[in-house]
Nanobody, 115 residues
Framework: QVQLVESGGGLVQAGGSLRLSCAAS????????MGWYRQAPGKQRELVAA???????NYADSVKGRFTISADNAKNTVYLQMNSLKPEDTAIYYC?????????WGQGTQVTVSS
């Protein structure tokens, strides 16, 4: 029902930056929580960053100080700014949105950090 489309992934060198985008098919103001997850080969999917309605944010310890989640309500888009990228950040990144008991996912975008 709700569609989320990620973009912005790619190949970058260690220390570089990328900005991921998640375009939603409806106003992101209606979501209770929006977040970014990632999954590397052979590893469990993990929460990277989350934004809760009201402006509160939460980050995984591994990305604190390097990643920032933000939103452009006019464009129905949530962003993940990733700076000082490390090889261990390599993963498929997924956008997630929650509305009460409903849970929605994007298709994922690949981020590869070379060293």
């Amino acid at each position: 029902q709700v569609q989320l489309v990620e973009s912005g992934g790619g190949l970058v060198q260690a220390g570089g930056s990328l900005r991921l985008s998640c375009a939603a098919s409806r106003s992101i103001f209606s979501f209770n929580v929006m977040g970014w997850y990632r999954q590397a080969p052979g590893k469990q999917r993990e929460l990277v960053a989350a934004s809760i309605s009201g402006g509160r944010t939460n980050y995984a310890d591994s990305v604190k100080g390097r990643f920032t989640i933000s939103a452009d309500n006019a464009k129905n888009t949530v962003y993940l700014q990733m700076n000082s990228l490390k090889p261990e950040d390599t993963a498929i990144y997924y956008c997630n949105a929650k509305i009460f008991v409903s849970d929605y996912w994007g298709q994922g975008t690949q981020v590869t950090v070379s060293s």
